[in-house]
């Protein structure tokens, strides 16, 4: 028998999902919306802050928007944003919930 603890069983999915955590989501967001996003990120904190969460939401906003309720799109984001069809936007999402994505480590 597996044995999942609830705080990766009732991961938030969405920004505004993650409590406590405001003015890091507006910010995350922010970066976004304003095409700034850094090649790297440090979530630190001690433990059951929400790091993992806000990363792995903030993975899936970058990498599936389609699969975030309130993820913003990059200014210069075309009509479908350049991002793949949104079957394989719901399988890459799936994959960094898990924590099976290797682009997200």
């Not at 059951?48 to 913003?72: E, F, H």
């Not at 200014?75 to 960094?96: C, L, S, T």
């Amino acid at each position: 028998m597996s044995y999942t603890v609830l705080a990766r069983r009732y991961r938030s999915t969405s920004f505004a999902g993650v409590i406590g955590q405001e003015p890091i989501a507006k910010t995350l967001r922010s970066a976004i919306e304003q095409g700034r996003v850094a090649h790297a990120y440090l979530f630190t904190g001690t433990r059951g802050v929400g790091k993992t969460s806000m990363a792995r939401i903030y993975a899936r906003a970058l990498n599936a928007p389609a699969t975030v309720d309130d993820a913003p799109l990059p200014p210069d984001a075309d009509a479908d944003g350049g991002f793949p069809p949104e079957d394989v936007q719901q399988r890459m999402a799936e994959a960094i919930m898990r924590g099976d994505d290797l682009n997200v480590i």
